[in-house]
């Protein structure tokens, strides 16, 4: 057994720096993902039991019990007196003092002081906080503008961005490396840069507080080209003599052969295009000013800054934000981390 | 879902009479043009255009947004963004908030990329290393990089909160809590815990790709030589990832100088001006102030745009050597 072990380098042959790599990646996974599971704990209690100090983990929640004449009263476990060991619904607090009753009867009012009874919790997912997004918001506007932003911006990408990268890798053409060129200096220039000048474009063409007015400057990325114009570059001509041998027109072979071959690429331009489009904040805020028109970062940064922050809705919210990306993410972890290390881009 | 697919199909199809025709008349390659301009069109209109207008209004005055209708007032907007007493104190300046702008994106950089740089760096050594499941590690360190910068910076405020977990478990510990954004140094420290929080993944992926690129025969040379740990690292291991390193630390100082999003949700630029950053200056002085002043918005972007010129210049550079 122990030769075994040592064959297969087993834990008997750690020496430190194993240990340490672990613990660091075991302490890394508690930094990286604790945050996001503790809000999703936190999204599933109840506007109360957010209020709870110092905070549960699981959503636990003071249970209640409708009392005849009395509605719906919380209850309490007494831990000391006379009535030790019951469970009794809390009438009201007169000071240091509680009244309660007991459900089973609710005749006989009961005082006792507050250190001697203590909550009644169990365990209930709030659900209420997430169906209340779509009963008291207008989340699913804001929904539909992200998909909508998100989905029609990442199609028009793939569009542009693959034919400006079929005609640089496939056509030989006086002005194709200025063209290319000009194309990668726009890396150089990131939006933040064009706020004021493109929110007056915008303002021009009548896109403010439309959707459009975050597709369109959005579509045309150098990221795109570049990325789709290496993976064309591998692809052999002899495809498209053929095509043409056939007689087949110069659009028909992009969309017919050289498309469905950069299947690969198009695929991990069109993840970062889902991913730019689903988190852009700070182009959208300028450009969409009225609530109707927000996305979904929009709509949660406009709730969290009012005064009365409900938390319960807000939590919830952030969790919906955050889902489709995680999927995404699990569905595709590969693909994604292996285009970002080949591409070296975000 | 077949209906839309076949009228995607068919609405693909429509270019082609149309193209059939261009390419009728366009001799040799110059049907390229044709495909090239949807995309160019974009890029004329959205980014090539918007830097033409940017030198417009930040030369002229006013708080008109129509150009036509704005006063020329040459280079005052620069001056006066620039206008200091002493500029190494920004309370002197005639701009302030663009001067604590400067000094706290400065600060913010050292730290940000300096750290980020670090752990970014070690975390990819240890991945790279003989760990069991890899594969669950590295997409657990890679996945705060999807993540919308709202939800991060609202996850953390979450979590920061004066009556948040952190200070239950300070409480716990014995520890006096924190109202942890409400104080500037703690506030600025937070910025920069949490934009590495959400970056570090991203960079953590192109060191490893550094570090898998190397030959395995070279640390197997240097391990019959029996180097000590250390020095292989510092003789081998850094040298060769060299290029990578390159690139992380001028993708994240082009980055970090744009630091916006995710502070702005967290702290709103203060308490004071504490996290108050440049693209912060940018935003609030042409389009969140009661009277948007474009001209100074500009200005300060085309020296934003300045410094990050510079930073790309470098960072072609040494992609070329590397």
Redesign the interface.
């Known amino acids: 057994m122990g030769r075994f072990l040592a064959a297969t380098r087993g834990f008997g042959r750690w020496d430190w720096t194993d240990w340490a790599a672990h613990a660091y990646l075991v302490l890394g996974v508690l930094v990286m993902l604790g945050p996001v599971l503790w809000l999703g704990l936190s999204s599933l209690k109840s506007e109360s039991g957010l209020l709870v100090f110092p905070p549960t983990l699981l959503p636990y929640e003071q249970a209640s019990v409708a009392v005849e004449g009395r509605g719906n009263l919380k209850l309490f476990h007494v831990t000391a007196g006379e009535y030790a060991g019951h469970d009794l619904a809390e009438v009201r607090r007169l000071g240091l003092q509680s009244q309660l009753v007991d459900p089973a009867a609710p005749a006989t009012l009961i005082r006792l002081p507050l250190d001697s009874r203590v909550p009644v919790t169990r365990l209930r997912a709030a659900w209420e906080n997430y169906s209340g997004l779509f009963e008291q918001f207008d989340f699913l506007r804001y929904l539909w503008n992200s998909v909508f932003i998100t989905a029609v911006a990442t199609i028009l990408t793939l569009l542009l961005n693959s034919m400006a990268a079929f005609a640089l890798s496939k056509y030989r053409f006086a002005g194709r490396e200025p063209v290319f060129l000009l194309m990668l200096a726009t890396l150089m220039i990131p939006p933040t840069i064009v706020l004021v000048p493109n929110y007056l474009i915008a303002a021009t063409l009548g896109l403010t507080n439309s959707p459009w007015g975050v597709i369109w400057p959005a579509v045309a990325t150098p990221t795109g080209v570049f990325l789709l114009r290496q993976y064309m570059l591998t692809l052999p001509d002899e495809l498209i003599e053929a095509a043409r041998m056939d007689n087949a027109s110069e659009w028909r072979i992009y969309w017919r052969i050289v498309l469905p071959l950069s299947a690969p690429a198009l695929a991990v331009l069109a993840i970062f295009s889902v991913m730019w489009r689903w988190n852009e904040f700070l182009w959208p805020m300028v450009v969409l000013s009225r609530s109707e028109s927000f996305t979904l970062p929009l709509a949660l940064n406009a709730f969290q800054g009012e005064l009365t922050t409900q938390w319960n809705f807000l939590l919830a919210m952030t969790m919906v934000t955050l889902i489709p990306v995680t999927v995404i993410f699990l569905a595709l972890q590969r693909h994604i981390t292996q285009g970002i290390a080949s591409a070296g881009v975000k | 879902m077949n209906a839309l697919a076949s009228l995607f199909a068919a609405l ?2 429509l ?2 009479r149309p ?2 025709w261009a ?1 009728g008349r366009l001799s ?9 301009a ?3 069109a ?2 004329a ?10 030198l417009h ?1 930040a030369l002229t005055g006013g708080t008109n ?3 036509a209708e704005r006063p020329f007032v040459g280079g005052d907007n620069f001056a006066s963004l620039l206008d200091c007493s002493n500029h190494f104190d920004a309370s002197s300046c005639r701009r302030d908030l663009f001067w604590y702008g400067i000094w706290n994106t400065l600060r913010f950089v050292v730290f940000q990329v300096g750290l980020m740089l670090v752990f970014s760096l ?2 990819a050594i ?2 790279n ?4 499941g890899r ?1 669950f ?15 991060v910076a ?6 920061l909160q004066r ?3 952190l200070n ?1 478990g300070f ?2 510990a014995g520890i006096t809590p924190v109202n942890w954004l409400l104080h500037g140094n703690w506030a600025f420290f937070w910025s920069v815990f949490v934009s590495i ?1 959400a970056h570090m ?2 960079y953590t ?2 060191l ?2 550094g570090l898998q690129a190397i030959p395995a025969e070279i640390h197997e040379a240097a391990a019959m030589d029996a180097t000590p ?1 250390w020095r292989h690292f510092q003789r081998i291991t850094l040298p060769l990832l060299m290029p990578s390193v390159l ?1 992380v630390f001028v ?1 994240g100082l ?1 980055r970090a100088v ?1 630091i ?2 995710e502070v702005y ?1 967290l702290t ?1 630029g203060g308490p004071g001006t504490a996290t108050t950053f440049i ?1 912060q200056y ?2 609030k002085t ?2 969140a102030d009661q009277v948007r002043q ?1 001209g100074l ?2 200005a300060a ?2 020296l ?2 300045g410094v ?2 510079v930073l ?1 210049l470098i960072q072609l550079r040494g992609m070329k050597r590397g």
């Open positions: 693909m199809n270019p082609e193209m059939r390419q040799g390659g110059r049907l390229g043009w044709v495909f090239v949807p995309n160019l974009v890029f209109v959205f980014t090539f255009l918007p830097i033409a207008i940017d209004y947004l129509l150009p070690l975390t240890v991945l290393s003989k760990i069991i594969g590690f590295r997409a657990v360190f890679f996945y705060p990089v999807l993540l919308s910068p709202v939800v609202l996850i953390w405020k979450w979590i009556e948040g977990i239950a409480i716990g929080w993944g991203f992926l192109i490893l790709a740990p690139v993708l082009i744009q916006f999003d949700v709103g693209v940018i935003y042409g389009f474009y918005a500009a972007s085309l934003l745009a990050l010129l790309t």
